[in-house]
């Protein structure tokens, strides 16, 4: 009898701390729904939602802001005058989570406080991050032109020849914030070009040289590649890359020439950049 009124006094004790467990789930749900609704009816959230508009569709969605088709279009249209190579680019929206935040932020001369306190400026581990998906899109572009869909394949997969990062440097111009869509474009080079020109409306872009268009030697085993990336928001240049790609064997381990097709291929590539870089020049 007393090991039955101690199974029931367990079990009746088990019951009554799931209904509170509920309870209490339930009610933290309640209140944190209550915090959600508050901040984006809140000016200052950097979740408000102005009136009349909508929140994402999805959880993965986001691109909350609007961007204009005209004002992507400009952006396009801009980096295609200066050279850079369309297959490259890639568009990459920013959300909260990219920024830097307590003062880590990359080194520029402008400060922008959000209505949070924090600093929100993008953070530089990032930038690489949005670089390196630019550069693949247009590297999967190359590989396409040189042998199809089974070399963009072997390429991403690093099977047979392919690329290798060496070096990448980055330059800010212009701190980036939330909410924004970039541009990333990329166009291959023989060697390291020009700083930004400055313009009366500010860092224009890196330009190649008119000298640069005299005959040049491409090295087989490497080349450069300048990125770029365009604010939706800005309109203009707002952080600039250059980077050193290596040809490299991965079944061998070992830096390579990729072969006469390819280097044709990259050549070809270059030559465009180059003379659209020239003919935008004043």
């Avoid at 990329?186 to 860092?203: D, E, I, R």
Wanted: aromatic letters at 8%; proline letters at 7%; one cysteine or more.
């Amino acid at each position: 009898m007393t090991a039955l009124l101690a199974q029931n006094r367990f079990s009746l004790q088990q019951q009554l701390t799931s209904q509170l467990l509920k309870n209490q789930t339930r009610s933290g749900f309640q209140r944190s729904h209550s915090n959600i609704k508050a901040a984006f009816r809140d000016p200052s959230s950097p979740f408000h939602l102005r009136p009349g508009t909508k929140g994402p569709a999805h959880p993965e969605d986001h691109n909350v802001s609007e961007i204009d088709s005209s004002v992507a279009e400009a952006g396009r249209v801009e980096l295609l005058r200066l050279g850079f190579d369309p297959t490259s680019f890639w568009e990459q929206p920013i959300v909260w989570g990219d920024h830097d935040s307590f003062q880590c932020v990359p080194s520029t001369p402008e400060h922008i406080s959000s209505p949070t306190g924090y600093n929100t400026f993008l953070s530089g581990a990032f930038t690489v991050r949005f670089f390196e998906s630019g550069r693949i899109k247009w590297m999967t572009s190359l590989g396409d032109e040189i042998g199809g869909p089974e070399k963009v394949e072997a390429m991403i997969r690093g099977k047979g020849v392919s690329l290798i990062l060496k070096s990448i440097s980055l330059n800010y111009k212009r701190p980036v914030t939330y909410p924004d869509t970039l541009l990333i474009a990329h166009k291959p080079h023989a060697g390291v070009l020009q700083s930004a020109s400055h313009t009366q409306s500010g860092p224009a872009s890196t330009q190649v040289p008119p000298s640069a268009l005299a005959p040049y030697k491409l090295a087989k085993t490497h080349f450069h590649c300048l990125a770029v990336a365009w604010s939706h928001k800005q309109q203009r240049i707002v952080t600039e890359s250059d980077s050193v790609l290596v040809w490299y064997d991965y079944d061998k381990l070992t830096k390579c020439s990729p072969g006469e097709k390819a280097l044709q291929a990259l050549e070809r590539r270059i030559v465009l950049g180059m003379e659209a870089s020239r003919n935008s020049q004043p």
